[in-house]
């Protein structure tokens, strides 16, 4: 697992967090916050995704 995996799973159990803690609340920005974090998560991992598959894909050659 590469560093863009790691953060990016971070950052969405991060944006998770707050999404609970407004729905708590009732306080729409963190709710924001909270959906912004998880979509800049999953692109962090999902990049991280994709250059591991590259890295395996060298390393097999």
Do not use: F, H, P, Y
């Not at 924001?32 to 250059?51: I, M, P, Y």
Request: charged residues 45%; without cysteine; proline residues 0%.
């Amino acid at each position: 697992m590469n560093k863009d995996q790691l953060k990016g799973r971070a950052d969405r159990a991060k944006g998770k967090a707050k999404e609970v803690a407004a729905d708590l609340t009732g306080n729409a920005k963190l709710e924001s916050e909270g959906k912004a974090d998880q979509v800049r998560g999953k692109a962090k991992a999902e990049v991280g995704d994709a250059k591991e598959k590259v890295k395996r894909a060298i390393d097999k050659a």
